[in-house]
C-alpha cells in the first residue's frame, strides 16, 4: 500500500470493529480519508459506532452490502480474523483493491524501528519479556499488536528513541505487503487456524511475510530446532541470529550444555525431569510452593556467542523467572531480539531472572486441599498443552476442549498415555479428545455438557477435575483449542476458570 497520508480525499472501507479496526479508522479519518467503517454485528451489538460517528465516520453495521466496495474504494483494511471469503473481501480482491490489515498501515507509520515476533506457541510471553527487557537496557520500549494495543496506535506515538515490539499472528501477517521489522522474530510453527488459512502451506506462507522485506541491514531470528523455522531461513537475505536449545551454535543463543532433543513419544516427566529449570525455589509452577527432587543434571547457562566468536553468559537456566523447557526457548529467543537490536549482554540477566507468568499462560492460580490450580487458557493447539503438562510436576487432571477446527488431536496420544491422572472434556471437541483418551486407555475421563453455558460449564468441569485430584497434584486448563464455541475469546475462558477455583 502507500503511505497513509496519500489517501487525503480517497475512500477507504475498514472492515470489524474491533480495537484495531477502530484505530485504523480514526487514523484514517484525522489523515483527510473518506472512512467506512462495516460490520456485520447489529448496531446494539457495537458500542464502538457512536464514537466513530461523533467524529463524521460513516458507520454500517448488521451486514455488508453490496455496493461497500466499489470503483472508487482504494483500500480495504479488514479486521484480522474476518477471512478472504467474506463477501466485502472477496470483492475488493475481484475488483483489484489492496486489502491489508492495520500492520501494514503501522508500517508506514513509525518512526521506531520494530521488532516483529510471531509463532504458534509463546509470543505473548515473548513479546512481554522483550519489553521487559528492552525496558531493563534503557531503549525505551512500546509492546503492541496482536498482544492487545493497536500497532497503528503505538506506531503514531513512536518516535526514532523507541523501538516498537509488536506481537504479530498468522492473520495480521497474511494481510502485509511491504512491512519490514528491523528485527524480525519466528519462535516455532506448529499445525493450528488450518480453518482459517486452509492448508499448512498457507499458514507457513503467512508467517514467512515477517521476513519478506527484510534487507541485509535487517536480523532474522528463528529457532534452529524446528524445521519449518530452519527451512525458511535458507531463503532469507537478512543477517541470521539463531537460538537453540539443543545445539551450540557458531554465532546465536543457546543452551550450554544443550538439552536433548525431544523424541516423538513423551516420556513420563521427560520435559520437567530434565529441565533444571522446574526444581528450583518456591512458588514456581513446578509446585506452587514445592520444591522437585534434585537430579544429577549439569548445571546449564544460556550463552550468546556473538559474531566474532565470543562467548557471553548471560544467566543460568535455572534462575530463569519462569519455568519450562519452552520457556527456555522463550527466553533465547528474546535475548537474541534484544541483542539484535542493541541491548548490551549484561542488561539482560535481570529481566530474564524477575520475569513472571503473563496472565493466562500457565498461571498458578490457588492451592487448596494440598491441589494446585493452573490458569493455561492461551494454549489453544495440542502443541501448547502438550508444553504445559511438560512444565509441572507430579499427577496432573487436565481440563480441555473448545472449538473443533477439524483436527482429531492424536497428536495428544503420547501425553494422555504417560503424564495425566485425569481428564475433564468440554466444549465442541470433548468427544474427539474423548476418542483419544479411549485409545490412551484412560479410564478417569470426565465429559461436562451445560449446553451454551460458559459459565456454568467452566465451573462444573473445576469441579469434576477437582473430584479427581488429591493433595499433590495440579488441576491444569489447557484447553489445546480456541474458545470462540462457548467463550467470547481465551482471557474471558481463563477469568471464569479463576473464579470457579477460588469458589471451591
Not at 484480522?80 to 492495520?102: D, F, K, N, R, W
Not at 537456566?317 to 531480539?337: M, Q, S, T, Y
Not at 530474564?352 to 490450580?373: D, Q, S
Request: glycine content about 10%.
Amino acid at each position: 500500500m502507500e503511505h497513509p497520508t496519500l489517501y487525503r480525499g480517497r475512500k477507504i472501507v475498514v472492515l470489524g470493529l474491533a480495537r484495531s479496526g477502530v484505530a485504523v479508522a480514526k487514523l484514517f479519518h484525522r489523515l483527510g480519508a473518506e472512512v467506512v467503517v462495516n460490520d456485520r454485528k447489529s448496531r446494539e451489538e457495537s458500542p464502538e459506532a457512536a464514537e466513530l460517528e461523533q467524529l463524521g465516520v460513516e458507520v454500517i453495521c448488521g451486514g455488508h452490502p453490496q455496493n461497500l466496495v466499489g470503483s472508487t474504494t482504494s483500500l480495504l483494511v479488514k479486521n484480522p480474523g474476518i477471512p478472504y471469503s467474506a463477501p466485502p473481501v472477496a470483492a475488493a480482491l475481484a475488483l483489484g483493491v489492496e486489502v491489508v490489515t492495520e500492520v501494514e498501515v503501522a508500517g508506514h507509520l513509525s518512526a521506531a524501528p520494530i521488532i516483529g515476533i510471531t509463532g504458534s506457541n509463546g509470543k505473548t510471553t515473548t513479546t512481554t519479556w522483550i519489553g521487559e527487557m528492552l525496558g531493563a537496557a534503557g531503549l525505551k520500549p512500546i509492546v503492541a499488536g496482536n498482544i492487545g494495543r493497536p500497532l497503528c496506535e503505538a506506531a503514531e506515538e513512536a518516535s526514532a528513541d523507541n523501538i516498537l515490539v509488536a506481537e504479530l499472528s498468522s492473520f495480521q501477517l497474511k494481510g502485509t505487503s511491504s512491512f519490514r521489522p528491523r528485527v524480525a522474530l519466528l519462535l516455532n510453527v506448529a499445525e493450528t487456524h488450518l480453518d482459517y488459512h486452509g492448508s499448512m502451506e498457507d499458514y507457513v506462507a503467512s508467517k514467512a511475510k515477517l521476513f519478506d522485506h527484510q534487507t541485509e541491514e535487517d536480523t532474522a531470528v528463528l529457532n534452529a530446532d524446528d524445521p519449518f523455522c530452519v527451512g525458511i531461513a535458507a531463503k532469507l537475505r537478512s543477517r541470521k541470529l539463531p537460538f537453540s536449545l539443543t545445539q551450540r551454535l557458531d554465532s546465536g543463543v543457546f543452551i550450554d550444555p544443550p538439552y536433548a532433543p525431544l523424541g516423538g513419544e513423551l516420556d513420563a516427566g521427560a520435559t520437567a525431569s530434565t529441565d533444571a529449570n522446574t526444581e528450583r525455589r518456591d512458588g514456581a509452577a513446578g509446585g506452587g510452593g514445592q520444591q522437585g527432587a534434585a537430579t544429577d543434571e549439569p548445571e546449564r547457562r544460556i550463552v550468546y556467542r556473538d559474531a566474532s566468536g565470543e562467548e557471553h553468559i548471560l544467566l543460568p537456566v535455572a534462575e530463569l523467572g519462569i519455568p519450562g523447557r519452552h520457556n527456555a526457548a522463550n527466553a533465547l529467543a528474546a535475548a537474541a531480539a534484544c541483542l539484535a537490536i542493541g541491548a548490551e549482554p549484561e542488561a539482560l540477566a535481570a529481566p530474564l531472572r524477575e520475569f513472571n507468568a503473563v496472565e493466562h499462560r500457565l498461571e498458578f492460580v490457588r492451592e487448596a486441599g494440598g491441589v494446585r490450580y493452573y490458569n493455561d487458557s492461551k494454549a489453544t493447539n495440542p502443541t501448547a498443552t502438550t508444553m504445559a503438562v511438560g512444565s509441572l510436576q507430579g499427577p496432573i487432571v487436565l481440563i480441555a476442549g473448545g472449538l473443533d477446527r477439524g483436527s482429531d488431536y492424536m497428536e495428544l496420544l503420547p501425553l494422555f498415555k504417560s503424564r495425566l491422572k485425569g481428564l475433564v472434556l468440554l466444549g465442541q471437541t470433548r468427544h474427539k479428545l474423548a476418542h483419544v483418551a479411549e485409545l490412551a486407555g484412560m479410564s478417569a475421563v470426565r465429559i461436562v455438557d451445560a449446553g451454551d453455558d460458559a459459565e456454568s460449564t467452566i465451573s462444573a468441569a473445576v469441579r469434576e477435575a477437582a473430584a479427581l485430584a488429591a493433595p499433590g497434584d495440579a488441576v491444569l486448563l489447557s484447553p489445546a483449542c480456541a474458545s470462540w464455541d462457548m467463550f467470547p475469546s481465551y482471557e474471558v475462558r481463563g477469568c471464569m476458570f479463576k473464579d470457579s477455583a477460588h469458589t471451591l
